[in-house]
Nanobody, 115 residues
Framework: QVQLVESGGGLVQPGGSLRLSCAAS????????MGWYRRAPGKERELVAG???????NYADSVKGRFTISRGNAKTPVYLQMNSLKPEDTAVYYC?????????WGQGTLVTVSS
């Protein structure tokens, strides 16, 4: 079983930036499809950004032009760069990695955007 642990969340002022990382408890090889999701208070979980095995990316309309998903290495497979953060970006952010064996999810990291 693989555990994913997100880091990089925290409190940031509107307009600020954060970079989220997703670390794996053991190396994840292969060009896996991965994503970042978030759940805001009182809302359903939503896909924020995804990257396919061919490095095709897709983003929620609300974050296009501000967030960037990128592929890392076997131990830290995926990152999310978040710029120009807005209060409505406040949420718990989760990373997800789909391998040929299973889908893995992290426990989440809280991002709070507030002045």
């Amino acid at each position: 079983q693989v555990q994913l642990v997100e880091s990089g969340g925290g409190l940031v002022q509107p307009g600020g930036s954060l970079r989220l990382s997703c670390a794996a408890s053991r190396s994840l090889f292969g060009r896996n499809t991965m994503g970042w999701y978030r759940r805001a208070p009182g809302k359903e979980r939503e896909l924020v950004a995804g990257i396919t095995s061919l490095d095709e990316t897709n983003y929620a309309d609300s974050v296009k032009g501000r967030f960037t998903i990128s592929r890392g290495n076997a131990k830290t497979p995926v990152y999310l760069q978040m710029n120009s953060l807005k209060p409505e970006d406040t949420a718990v952010y989760y990373c997800q990695v789909s391998t040929i064996l299973d889908d893995y999810w992290g426990q989440g990291t809280l991002v709070t955007v507030s002045s």
